[in-house]
């Protein structure tokens, strides 16, 4: 099985490489913005074209939800427009898509997990591309697992996870928001889950969500990682409402897996366990 990972040197590419060394059956092919620009149609055209790819898990994306809100166009670009080049070539080639989407498509006014029937009224412009691309593959292609996930960390790339741990050396006060609650997901976790879908062959395609179970404020989750990692003693943790921000975030945007548990009998730890196996090994 040949699969084509975008965005390859993004958190969850990375974690991806890193278990796909578990998938000796799975046939790699790790491409970066630069090797693969996803937003240049007929590059993509050109790849597919002479490899013989059966499936593509799009890692590719504008993540930076502060800055969408200064230049919306960069945003739609990657995260609206690119997707509907990749599910146009990937019907003209017959590939199966495998696309990442966000919490963050919801306006979070609710306080029951979100399941993919609600429907996404995003309130920030990285949402409104998210729902954009998620909007084009649905119209475009039919073998299509788009996999919705939330406040992914790992030990790559640029996250809460890292940046609390890295500021921790340097800093003793830390002000923190209790003003949104959802899931943080190990990106690795999610890689695993991605993994599944290809190796069993899934049919089963639609929208899923996807993220570790439980739900937490981002205070919730500094705490924790601030604890696991023996850090707490000796540090300041003040809670706030009103952290400045440009972007709105959704109030609450806990994903309810129920879909994903039943089509693909997954095994899901929570946050904290999860956590815990990240910051101890
Ligand atoms: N991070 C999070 O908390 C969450 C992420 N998601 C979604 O999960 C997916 C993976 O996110 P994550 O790994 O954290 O994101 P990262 O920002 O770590 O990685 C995104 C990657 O996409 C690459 N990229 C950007 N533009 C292009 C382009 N035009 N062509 C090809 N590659 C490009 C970036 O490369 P470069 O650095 O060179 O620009 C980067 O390596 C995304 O779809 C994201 O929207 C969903 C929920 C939560
Ligand atoms: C660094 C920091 C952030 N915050 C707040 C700001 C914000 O409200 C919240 C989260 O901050 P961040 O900017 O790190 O997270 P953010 O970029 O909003 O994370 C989102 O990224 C995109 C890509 C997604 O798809 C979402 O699921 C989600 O993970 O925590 C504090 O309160 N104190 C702090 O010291």
Redesign the pocket.
Known sequence: MKVLV?????????CIRLLGKNHPKIDFFF????D?????KNVLEDYFLRNNIDYVI???????VEQSEKEPEKAM???GL?VKNIAEVCLKYDVILI??????VFDGNTDIPYTEENVPKPINE?GKS?LYGEKYIQEIQEKYFII??????SQ?????YKTILEKSNTQQKFTITTAEKGTP?N?ND?ASFLLGIIEERSANYGIYHFSNLGEATWFDFAKEILRLSKKLEGIKLEKTDNYPTFAKRPEYSVLSKEKAIKKFDAKILTWQESLKELTTN
């Open positions: 975008t965005g390859s040197n993004g958190q969850l590419g990375k491409n970066t913005s630069q693969l620009d996803i937003t240049k799009n890692c590719a994306a504008y993540t930076n670009l990657v995260n690119a696309h990442i989407s966000t919490d963050y990285y998210k919705r996930t939330s406040w992914l960390y790559f790339g640029k996250n809460f997901t990106a999610l």
